[in-house]
């Protein structure tokens, strides 16, 4: 909310200096957004007049002005069209700063004539968008004199954040209320003199619907003449950014800035009937003051006359009813709305106002008088006429809530001691009518605060006053542990995997965790992970994998030159929209060269192999111990079909899958190379609790170990753990490793065949081995070879 | 009689002519080899009689030990004098480039992992809940009813799905993890939850993606007092300065009565924040006592059990950290970027060696 520092101090006796009461407004919850000295910017602008005017002799549209600013006369060449002999305007001298442009007043050459300083309009000065011509100013301002003063400008401009429960703070009275009870002032009561009706309003007000509006106020004034506003209203309404439209509107938007009460005026002539504050039905139509036609539905609160809507209680006026420089009698309202209702219409239609703001962050009833008084006497004063006695239907309850507070309780929560008098002292500042009650505090809750239900609340009011800093600071290491583990296993599990990842060479990416659906459809069923109202067309799904962010990113990447990439997300990925649905994943991408060319290497592309001994090594640092992996080709579909493999821990544990990026996503994402990938599904990963931090015991041969390789003609299709897993069977004591050492193919070996040679490490715990030893296993492994696979073993 | 003292000075004089391994090889043979001059006058040593043997054995004796030191100091010497020929010869290019395989983590993974380990070291456990929530839990629970204000300032992303007739949510904050660890957990309760939230905006300085670490404690007595004292140790320690300055402004969050916005004083030094310096204050966190309705909705008596709740944003937390300007550069996935701002991932934050 804004306001200025003036108009808080028509409501607030205070000594202190501006700056003081900004950093006041802040500590007690007022948060000041910023603080502006308006006169600052318009300080060295002057009134001016223009004692001569002539065409510019090498330009049209300019003009050659002589202008007497008080202290010299000087030439300006200036361009706007309503620049006559005479006429008394704003003058920015040479130096000073534009404000709408920031731009800085030099003496110049305009087309050969000199020109010192520039004759401004509105929109130059920030103050409005008018700039089809230059301002002039009143005939009798005087020349020289300051602008920031006359035009009020001269002033401190304060911004502040209301919080949602602070609706009592949404006018300027109720800001310098809490500044009063804070310290930094006196209220000031403000007195007017409130004449009594002296006739019955001709239109009667009926409230249909109490459940949507308790109570409605209308003040009848007959023979208004509706003028634009005086001076002093219209620089008000200008210095917090609003426009004057006439004194009646002006009227009832001033009363809303100041006091934080609504109101609504209506042209009395064009309401036909009585008012009736009712419930809207489904199929009214009703068109409101920004012009535009809403349709309502049942449950909105309308203010109706006879024949048709004349408004929305709380939100915004109708145009039927509108006020203008012709309207002669006028129907004030001042009226207390249910606040839910308020929000769930100005929600429904999208209608944003001042006054559904306050409605639904409540109001104080007391206003609805006291609001209506006020305004009814303002429109007396200015645009004359006569009013009614005050027509109220409805209730304004009369009673005001109360609690009772413990104040041990309120220094058990604030942790700071304070006593029930002083406790006592700051609720009254607030104007809660607070009293010792035996033990505790008897508090009556004034009628503005609306957001007061508890002690909690009270406890919030007792700091906010005496201060945040007050608050002591305690220690919070407590002798007993409350928790046993800080992690838990799946997070543990996720932090060692994104480190082991990352050392792998692998850059960690945080990617959206939504997806497009249209490029997602091969990583699960988009339609069940719809977002109602995305952010845009291509973000309009949770994604199914982490995968098509990944392949995106890629392409942004090598669209910066860059051809290399070996980038992991770890993160969810969703299955539907169901809180439950959430899947931990890792996926690791690497695309490019694994090695690049350089002065000793040729460059050689990134292989599915690459991205599987990622994947095994980081599977062995999660499962460290014994245990069974098995590899087979069945990976997702998203995967090569014949270029992936999954991995299963244990026999039955889907713990993840590698491989190249079937080709046709690839293609889908405009990616032309190859890309190798790994998925960890790390909610698969098994939780072993730890039994013992013992190891197993280790047994090393002293014995020495003997190494033969074999190599064999085999079937294409013939898999190396076949191999690996024959040989190793042939006595798994003595046989301490196998592995593929040489692999490949060649006509000489026939068309569908291949070599493959295995090395395998002999080595007994007993003894050493002997020649006979050695050619017996040989000839067993060859043996168990040959008839796992039908190949041949070559010599 | 042979005249050893010849022999001596042939000895000294051809093996300091030798030049090469190989000529003193040949030395060595000359003298000591089986049919070496030394060796064969040992061999005579036998025809001697008993008195001129010992006499002439011990000499030549003397000169077999002299000429060993003498061939054995020479190998020395030419050996030497052959590796630094050698060495001479072997220089390479040491700037030639060579290349990192290390990879990095992402600064979000950096800050959560320091915001774990400090409060970890203040006995809060890391609590989790899913990034799809109930409307319930993400609002209701916590005290903002459908037409709370509080609940149109959140922009809130809605999916297809519904739990009790309500539309679930995208979590727009980590508070909802607060009430599924409340429910499932009696008092004492001390946890952070750090973790991914959304909401529907997207400009210069919001993404519709950010992450928070949300904190709960709640006992039987922790107060506003606790709080500050908990807060003080977490930015002091994640800033990594003792001087850090702090302070507590009233605010309003629904789900906590008093609550408060905390900021940190700072100063800046070209584009650069300082943390710890200066007269400025920034905004860092929100805080506050847990409102008694939202201990209520959990099946906690208000009465018995109280204490406090603050979030905080990681991305803020970096940023101002790690010196980075732009919110949304943290999911823009350039390679170039995480390579600047990305940590080894052989760092892990640990408070009795390095933070950061």
């Known amino acids: 909310m804004k306001f200025t520092y003036s108009w808080l101090k028509e409501h607030l006796e205070t000594e202190h200096q501006y700056n003081e009461v900004v ?20 300080k060295d602008f002057i009134v001016g007049q223009v004692l001569e005017e002539k065409k510019h002799s090498n330009a049209d549209k300019l003009k050659l002005c002589k202008v007497d600013i008080g202290r010299e006369k000087v030439d300006v060449v200036c361009g ?7 006429m008394k305007v704003v003058y920015a001298p040479v130096g000073c700063v534009i404000p709408v442009n920031q731009m800085k007043i030099k003496a110049a050459k305009i087309r050969g004539v000199e020109s010192y300083g520039m004759l401004c309009s509105e929109y130059e000065l920030g103050i409005s968008n008018e700039n089809d011509g230059i301002i002039s100013l009143e005939q009798d301002t005087e020349v020289g004199s300051s602008y920031a003063d006359l035009s009020g400008m001269n002033d401190i401009l304060i911004e502040i954040g209301i919080t949602p429960n602070r609706q009592d703070c949404l006018g ?39 459940d949507i509006c308790t109570a409605f106020a209308g003040s009848y004034i007959k023979n208004v003449k509706n003028v634009a506003s005086p001076d002093w209203l219209q620089k ?80 915004m006026g109708g145009e039927s009813t509108g006020c203008n420089f012709d309207t002669i009698n006028v129907l004030l309202e001042s009226a207390l709305f249910d606040n839910i209702n308020t929000a769930r219409t100005g929600r429904d239609l999208s209608i944003l106002s001042d006054a559904r703001y306050r409605f639904e962050r409540g109001i104080d009833p007391r206003s609805t008088l006291e609001g209506i008084h006020y305004a009814t006497q303002l429109i007396l004063e200015i645009c004359g006429g006569e009013c009614s006695e005050i027509v109220l239907a409805g209730q304004i309850s009369e009673t005001l809530n109360t609690i009772h507070i413990s104040g041990q309780n309120i220094v058990k929560r604030l942790g700071l001691e304070i006593t029930d008098d002083e406790i006592i002292l700051i609720l009254n500042s607030l104007g809660f009518g607070a009293k010792k009650s035996g033990d505790s505090i008897h508090c009556t809750i004034p009628s503005w605060r609306q957001d007061i239900h508890g002690e909690a609340d009270i406890s919030e009011e007792i700091i906010r006053i005496k201060g945040y800093e007050n608050i002591p600071t305690s220690n919070i290491r407590a002798i007993n542990k409350v928790n046993k583990d800080i992690l838990n296993s799946t997070q543990k599990i996720i932090s060692k995997a994104k480190h082991f990842i990352a050392s792998e060479g692998y850059n960690e990416f945080i990617t959206f965790s939504f997806s497009d659906s249209k490029k997602s459809i091969f990583f699960g069923e988009v339609e069940k992970l719809k977002i109602i109202n995305p952010i845009s067309e291509d973000l309009d799904i949770l994604r199914p994998s982490l995968i098509p962010n990944l392949l995106a990113s890629i392409k942004k990447n090598t669209a910066r030159g860059i051809d290399t990439l070996s980038i992991f997300e770890a993160g969810s990925q969703y299955s539907s929209t169901t809180p439950e649905d959430q899947i931990n994943s890792i996926c690791g991408v690497k695309y490019g060269l694994r090695i690049s060319k350089t002065w000793r290497s040729e460059k050689k592309e990134f292989d599915i192999f690459d991205v599987k001994n990622d994947l095994l090594n980081v599977i062995n640092h999660l499962v460290p111990g014994n245990k069974k992996i098995s590899i087979s080709n069945e990976a997702p579909s998203w995967y090569h079909p014949g270029r992936s493999g999954k991995i299963i821990l244990n026999k039955k544990i889907e713990i993840g899958y590698f491989g190249e990026l079937h080709p046709r996503i690839a293609n889908k994402f ?55 897993k024959a040989a190793l069977n042939v006595d798994i004591k003595i046989i301490k490793s196998a592995e593929i050492f040489d692999l490949f193919e060649d006509k000489s070996l026939g068309d569908d065949k291949k070599s493959m040679a295995i090395k395998v490490v002999l080595q007994s715990e007993e003894k050493t081995l002997d020649e006979n030893d050695i050619n017996s296993l040989s000839s067993k492994i060859v043996e168990a070879i040959e008839k796992s696979t039908s190949g041949t073993v070559r010599s | ?92 290019d040491v700037t030639l480039p060579v290349s990192s395989s290390l990879g990095s983590i992402h600064p979000i993974t950096q800050v959560i992992e320091e915001v774990v380990t400090i409060f970890g070291d203040l006995d809060f456990y890391v609590a989790e809940g899913p990034e799809v929530e109930t409307d319930y839990n993400n609002f209701t629970a916590l005290n903002t009813s459908e037409h709370h204000p509080a609940r149109q300032m959140h922009d809130t992303f809605y999916v297809e799905t519904q739990t009790d007739n309500m539309q679930n949510v995208l979590r727009t904050h980590t508070s909802p993890v607060q009430i599924r660890s409340m429910l499932e957990h ?70 906590t009565e008093p609550s408060a916005e905390v900021d940190i004083g700072y100063t800046k030094k070209g584009n650069q924040l300082i943390i710890g310096e200066g007269n400025d204050w920034l905004e860092i966190l929100g805080c506050g006592m847990v409102h008694p309705k939202v201990l209520q909705n959990v099946n906690i008596d208000p009465n018995s059990f109280q204490g406090y709740a603050f979030g905080m944003g990681i991305e803020r937390l970096a940023m101002l950290k790690y010196g980075i300007s732009d919110l949304r550069t943290f999911f823009e996935c350039d390679l170039r970027w995480i390579k600047h701002y990305g940590f080894s991932p052989l760092n892990f934050p640990s408070l009795i060696r390095d933070l950061s």
């Open chain 1, 670 to 724: 405009k990616i032309k190379t190859r890309v190798n990938l790994f998925e960890l599904m790390i909610d698969n990963v098994p939780l072993t609790e730890k039994k013992t931090t013992n190891k197993p015991q280790l047994i090393l041969s002293d014995f020495q170990s003997v190494t033969r390789d074999f190599a064999f003609t085999l079937d294409k299709d013939v898999k190396s753990s076949d191999l690996i």
């Open chain 1, 80 to 86: 706007a069209p309503n620049v006559t002999k005479g």
């Open chain 2, 186 to 255: 009696k008092p004492p309760i001390r946890l952070i939850a750090p973790g991914k939230t959304f909401r529907c905006d997207n400009d210069q300085t919001h993404s519709p993606m950010f992450h928070q670490v949300e904190g709960l404690v709640i006992d039987k007595d922790s107060n506003m007092s606790h709080l500050k004292g908990c807060l003080e140790i977490f930015l002091k320690t994640f800033f990594e300065t003792d001087k850090l300055k702090m302070r507590f402004r009233p605010s309003h969050f629904p789900f």
């Open chain 1, 236 to 315: 008000k309404l200008k210095s917090i950014g609003l426009r004057p439209i006439s004194a009646l509107v002006d009227i009832t938007n001033y009363v809303m800035f100041d006091q934080n009460r609504p109101l609504h005026v209506y042209d009395a002539d064009k309401v036909k009937g009585k008012i009736i504050v009712r419930s809207a039905q489904d199929g009214e139509s009703f068109k409101a003051l920004d012009e535009k036609t809403y349709d309502l539905k049942k449950g909105m609160c309308t203010i109706s006359d006879e024949e048709k809507v004349l408004g929305l209680g709380g939100i």
């Open chain 1, 172 to 210: 300027v009275l109720g800001v310098a209320r809490d500044l009063a009870a804070a310290g930094v002032g006196k209220l000031k009561k403000r007195e007017f003199k409130s004449k009594k009706g002296s006739f019955e309003s001709p239109i009667k007000i009926e409230i249909q619907d109490n």
């Open chain 1, 23 to 42: 950093d006041k407004l802040t500590a007690i919850g007022l948060e000041v957004e910023s603080v502006q000295d308006t006169g600052l910017a318009y």
């Open chain 2, 1 to 92: 009689m042979v005249d050893f003292t010849k022999l001596e000075q042939d000895i000294t004089n051809s093996l300091s002519k030798v030049t090469d391994l190989e000529s003193l090889n040949e030395c060595r043979i000359k003298y000591l080899g089986k049919k070496g001059e030394i060796s064969l006058l040992m061999k005579e040593l036998a025809k001697l009689s008993d008195d001129d043997r010992k006499r002439q054995a011990e000499i030549l004796n003397i000169l077999k030990n002299k000429t060993l030191s003498l061939i054995e100091e020479k190998t020395e010497e030419l050996n030497d004098r052959n590796l630094n020929e050698k060495l001479s010869s072997e220089t390479l």
